[in-house]
């Protein structure tokens, strides 16, 4: 983006968005219906012209207004989707900040969006790398062993560059806390990009071997499936 984003021009372009725009909005209709009102009523020639002239300027000055936030605040808006309540848990209204339900925010904790989250200037990424027993895979899927568990990996596998098995991932936070004071977090989990693995090979799975997903491991990892805004038609 040509603009850097700080916590001041977030906050800024944000209440442009939700408040002063919206009543140069509402004030521009009832000049309006106010224009039309004295067009119809006022018998008065004179008078009626000046009131027309008065209320054409107030009408083009809030319009103009309104024109000019919008321009203004087009960085903003055209990142603000991205904003799920993975990491803002109040969401702004007209009347101030609405919180988001506690099970809106469970079920997007595990939600793996890092693309999303690299279109957000309030965050910074650590890469994140938890040492794991590779044990191999069948087909699609991948098996490895952590906290004395097995689990099952279906996301990216990378093989070279290591000694031993990682799983990678990037962990979120933001740069500047004022953002807290409008409901933006650090996001509890870790965004799991891959399994990297120092060598390919196969495994086959024993029979009534109990597997565990890996959003289950002690509740840190996101589900390896990405997924994000941009993919929603």
């Not at 009543?23 to 067009?39: D, E, R």
């Not at 300027?57 to 904003?83: D, T």
């Not at 595990?110 to 590779?134: Q, S, W």
């Not at 799975?205 to 990892?221: C, D, E, S």
Request: overall charge positive; glycine content about 8%; hydrophobic content about 40%.
């Amino acid at each position: 983006m040509a603009t850097t984003m700080t916590f001041d021009r977030w906050r800024l372009m944000e209440n442009l968005s939700t408040h002063w725009i919206t009543l140069a909005m509402i004030l521009t209709l009832i000049l309006l219906m106010g224009l039309a009102i004295v067009t119809q009523s006022v018998r008065r020639k004179s008078l009626r012209r000046r009131v027309q002239l008065g209320l054409t300027g107030a009408i083009l000055l809030c319009a103009g207004g309104g024109l000019v936030a919008w321009r203004y605040i087009q960085p903003y808006l055209e990142i603000r989707h991205y904003v799920t309540p993975r990491v803002r848990v109040a969401h702004p209204e007209f009347f101030g900040l609405v919180p988001e339900s506690g099970t809106t925010v469970g079920n997007s904790a595990g939600v793996n969006n890092y693309a999303d989250m690299a279109h957000l200037p309030m965050y910074d990424r650590h890469t994140v790398r938890k040492p794991v027993t590779y044990l191999g895979q069948d087909h699609s899927t991948a098996y490895f062993e952590m906290f004395d568990r097995i689990y099952s990996f279906s996301g990216p596998v990378k093989v070279g560059g290591v000694k031993q098995a990682v799983l990678q991932g990037d962990r979120y936070t933001l740069n500047d806390t004022r953002y807290r004071q409008l409901g933006f977090i650090d996001p509890t989990k870790i965004s799991t990009r891959a399994l990297v693995v120092p060598a390919a090979k196969t495994y086959d799975l024993p029979n009534a071997t109990k597997v565990y997903a890996l959003q289950t491991a002690g509740f840190t990892w996101t589900t390896e499936r990405s997924s994000s805004i941009d993919d929603v038609d």
